[in-house]
């Protein structure tokens, strides 16, 4: 059984940095990708950042690209949302998930950690 657990989120104010994890087990995760999303209430949740296990490869939305990165350490089979330079519309739950490198869908995820971002 897949299970993601998200740690790391908290307050902080504009112009700091927090750094998520998601702590991963109930398999190999060779052949996934890992993603970063968040959700703000009464909006539609939004991609942040993903990485493929194997290449360590990464993608980011544009809003968070060259604030935001993501890596993998395989030895704690963790993968983190290193966020810098944090603004206010950062604030929202993140969200971490995975899905097969085969499949377009995320279909397992975390139960989300909430960041704040005082102004």
């Known amino acids: 059984q897949v299970q993601l657990v998200e740690a790391g989120g908290g307050l902080v104010q504009a112009g700091g940095s927090l750094n998520l994890s998601c702590a991963a087990s109930?398999?190999?995760?060779?052949?996934?990708?890992m993603g970063w999303f968040r959700q703000v209430p009464g909006k539609e949740r939004e991609f942040v950042a993903s990485?493929?296990?194997?290449?360590?490869?990464?993608n980011y939305a544009g809003s968070v690209n060259a604030r935001f990165t993501v890596s993998r350490d395989n030895a704690k089979n963790t993968v983190y949302l290193q966020m810098n330079s944090l603004k206010p519309e950062d604030t929202a739950v993140y969200y971490c998930?995975?899905?097969?490198?085969?499949?377009?869908?995320?279909?397992?995820w975390g139960q989300g950690t909430q960041v704040t971002v005082s102004s």
């Open positions: 109930g398999r190999t995760f060779s052949n996934y990708y």
């Open positions: 990485i493929m296990w194997s290449a360590g490869s990464a």
């Open positions: 998930a995975a899905r097969l490198i085969t499949q377009l869908k995320y279909n397992y």
